[in-house]
Nanobody, 126 residues
């Protein structure tokens, strides 16, 4: 069983940057698809970014493409989300998710991930 702990959220002004971290324990993330999702107040859980298992290919929601970067450090067993040029509409609780069985076609589907962190809140002020 893998445990995930997110950190790095906070309050930032529009145009600013934050880097979220998702530290995993209990199992190596090698061979896992990894992803970030977010949930804004009153909204459903939305896909943000993902990486395939065993590959460095990255995938992004259109709303964050060019501003956010997902990466992974296998040595530290950690996934990151670098968020630049933040906008008020990026305000949400951000969750990381991992799963060893998620295939490419399901990367954007939150139901395809069995392991989730507790979330970290990001607030972007205008």
């Amino acid at each position: 069983q893998v445990q995930l702990v997110e950190s790095g959220g906070g309050l930032v002004q529009a145009g600013g940057s934050l880097r979220l971290s998702c530290a995993a324990s209990g199992r190596s993330l090698r061979g896992h698809a990894v992803a970030w999702f977010r949930r804004a107040p009153g909204n459903e859980q939305d896909f943000v970014a993902a990486m395939k298992r065993n590959a460095d290919n990255t995938y992004y929601a259109d709303s964050v493409k060019g501003r956010f970067t997902i990466s992974r450090d296998n040595a530290k067993n950690t996934v990151y989300l670098q968020m630049n040029s933040l906008k008020p509409e990026d305000t949400a609780v951000y969750y990381c998710a991992v799963d060893p069985n998620t295939i490419l076609s399901q990367l954007r589907n939150p139901g395809a991930y069995d392991h989730w962190g507790q979330g970290t809140r990001v607030t972007v002020s205008s």
